[in-house]
């Protein structure tokens, strides 16, 4: 009790209430039948950006069931070694007690697949099993590198903690199947992602008669975080040879992250011109930028399920990007955009000629997009999916 007081009195009042932030929605559908089913959810800060943020602040409003959730990982940037440490000794111990105060049917986990992120929640899963919990883990993020080290040095260690899960949750077939050589032979889910509902409500429909009968302009849009895994210079390399083709092209960047000085200073070194660097940018800033765009460009070099690029679906752009994680599942070359297994910048520029050379070819992806992510990137519908997992893993629990 003195180690746990210590630890408390160690870090910020509010990473403490941040640890322990609860939500508890209006209840299942009275139509099913079923009572809420009662979740712990640890989930990163969901005040802060990122994917998995993003991804639980969609859902939060729409799970009829009845959830709990409880913050971890690191609360800021530049978080000290000494201090992370203490954190994650803190965040276990109040789970550990919030798990023993509640009456909860799951424990639902969120982690990327990295190794801080593994080891912090496998000392979660662990302390979970140790109080007969169901446990799910929804693995949102996947480090190819990273897996490789796994395979070779750490799968035993791995299989001992994670193989107590109940079930897996990941946004990609391709991912099942590497948790399948990994040696996890339980119930493994392929769940989507959902897009914001007041995007779909503000981003309004491209008028289909935009750049028909004239090409005088060609808006690009890169919008995630600025790192060089994102593809940040690939994409200011294929604007770089697309310009010297079309001087009409221009390229906006929307985003924070580590590289975002070097890629301005690589933007002034090759003295590229009409290209914006708007930062980190969200709700209404973020739907003008959207507007404004004629295609959306994410080289990425790996991915779950990117939610920008469904986000540009849902406001009518074609995508160009790299056939990484869950977007070769449903991405449809040459329908909803391109997608290409290379990261020559070549590639990506002559694939956004295309668009820039048939605007009824741009006209038709659009309206196929639009389309497509407005019924299977919802909110509701993605919702909805989690609370059958969650169902079906409680109705099969050991």
């Not at 070694?81 to 799951?106: E, M, P, T």
């Not at 190819?144 to 903690?161: K, P, Q, T, Y």
């Not at 994670?162 to 199947?177: C, G, Q």
Request: glycine share 6%.
């Amino acid at each position: 009790m003195n180690f746990a007081v210590k630890l408390m009195t160690s870090l910020d009042r509010s990473d403490c209430w941040a640890a322990t932030e609860s939500f508890h929605p209006s209840g299942a559908d009275p139509a099913s039948g079923d009572r809420p089913i009662r979740v712990l959810m640890a989930t990163p800060d969901m005040s802060r950006p990122g994917g998995v943020s993003q991804y639980l602040r969609v859902l939060r409003r729409h799970l009829r069931d009845s959830v709990r959730y409880f913050t971890i990982g690191k609360r800021s940037e530049g978080e000290r070694a000494d201090r992370a440490v203490w954190r994650l000794a803190l965040d276990s111990w109040r789970f550990a007690q919030v798990l023993k105060n509640g009456a909860y049917d799951i424990v639902h986990l969120n982690p990327s697949f990295l190794p801080r992120a593994l080891i912090r929640d496998g000392i979660l899963l662990l302390i979970s099993k140790a109080r007969r919990k169901t446990a799910i883990v929804f693995v949102h993020g996947w480090d190819d590198s990273f897996e490789g080290a796994l395979s070779a040095h750490f799968a035993r260690l791995c299989r001992i903690v994670y193989n107590r899960a109940d079930a897996f949750i990941v946004l990609s077939e391709e991912f099942k199947r590497k948790l399948r050589r990994l040696g996890y032979e339980k119930n493994v889910f392929v769940q989507g992602a959902p897009v914001e509902d007041e995007l779909l409500e503000n981003c309004q429909p491209i008028p289909q008669n935009r750049g028909h009968g004239r090409r005088n302009s060609f808006n690009i849009l890169f919008l995630a975080r600025v790192e060089k895994e994102k593809g940040i210079y690939e994409a200011l390399e294929a604007y770089r040879l697309l310009k010297q083709q079309y001087p009409f092209v221009s390229l906006m960047v929307a985003g924070d992250g580590s590289e975002l000085p070097g890629a301005v200073r690589y933007a002034c070194a090759q003295k590229l011109p009409d290209i914006s660097f708007s930062g980190h940018v969200e709700h209404a800033a973020k739907y003008e930028i959207f507007q404004n765009a004629d295609a959306y460009l994410l080289p990425s070099y790996n991915e779950g399920l990117p939610i920008s690029v469904l986000e540009a679906m849902a406001c009518g752009l074609p995508v160009i990007t790299r056939a990484v994680g869950g977007l070769r599942d449903f991405f449809r070359d040459g329908e909803m955009g391109f997608i290409a297994e290379s990261r020559n910048p070549e590639v990506f520029a002559s694939l956004i000629c295309r668009l820039i050379r048939n605007p009824a070819l741009c006209s038709s992806i659009s309206r196929l997009n639009r389309t497509y992510a407005r019924d299977q990137f919802t909110g509701p519908r993605v919702a909805a999916s989690l609370e059958r997992i969650y169902r079906s893993v409680l109705a099969n629990a050991d």
